[in-house]
């Protein structure tokens, strides 16, 4: 099956920093997805992004899916930001990366 | 909105004991998926269905069965729990074809004593 590979696995930043979040993934795919995973484990949906590149508000995604990868930017970070952050992609279903863990201090 | 609702939040069992986790969805979504979640790990998938039931294994279907009797409904059965199968449980739900993204319900923390 198609492999997801995420990084950094860990990231800690002070307020108001940027960061980038990667996604590689092994094969090509019909779907990629964002999701921010709150403190309460909820997975929200950030972007549905299988190619080209979305905003919104801070964040932003670029997907290269000839190049299989996918970034996630976060601007001027906020500690509501704080949480973990998965990439997934669907072939014939859907799969995770390990997740990215974000920590923003104040 | 799409919703997926998981019936419990938190639940703790006894080893051996058969546990039932359900999941309801209220947007006519043909697919419906489980998911247990284990730090370091991701979300890794047990069971999916495409149709009501109809199911196929995902990557760790052992000592788990599933149950689609409708489509709005998704159960996730342990036959005899186990404290491996100490997890956060998560069932999402999908529309088929491309272009549609997947919803998750709250999850389920699921303890085995």
């Known amino acids: 099956g198609i492999q997801v590979e995420q990084s950094p696995p860990d990231l800690i930043l002070q307020e108001g920093a940027n960061s980038t979040l990667r996604c590689n993934f092994s094969?090509?795919?019909?779907?990629l997805q964002w999701f921010h995973q709150n403190p309460w484990g909820q997975l929200i949906n950030l972007f549905y992004?299988?190619?080209g590149t979305k905003q919104n508000g801070r964040l932003s995604a670029t997907t290269v899916a000839t190049e299989r990868y996918s970034l996630l930017y976060i601007s001027s970070s906020q500690t509501t930001d704080s949480g973990v952050y998965f990439c997934a992609v669907v072939d014939n279903d859907m799969r995770f990366g390990a997740g990215t863990r974000l920590t923003v201090k104040p | 909105d799409v919703k997926v609702t998981q019936s419990s939040r938190y639940l703790v069992k006894r080893t051996g004991e058969k546990v039932f986790l359900e999941c309801v969805q209220d947007?006519?979504?043909?697919?419906m998926f489980w998911y247990r979640q284990d730090p370091g790990l991701g979300l890794r998938l047990i069971y999916f269905s495409y149709d009501v039931k109809m199911k196929e294994k995902g990557d760790i279907p052992e000592g788990y069965s599933v149950s689609r009797e409708k489509k709005e409904r998704f159960s996730l059965i342990l036959e005899s729990a186990s404290t491996n199968q100490t997890s956060m449980y998560l069932c999402a739900s999908s529309l088929t074809g491309q272009g549609h993204g997947y919803t998750f319900g709250s999850g389920t923390r699921l303890t085995v004593v």
């Open positions: 094969d090509s795919v019909n779907n």
């Open positions: 947007m006519d979504h043909e697919n």
């Open positions: 992004i299988p190619s």
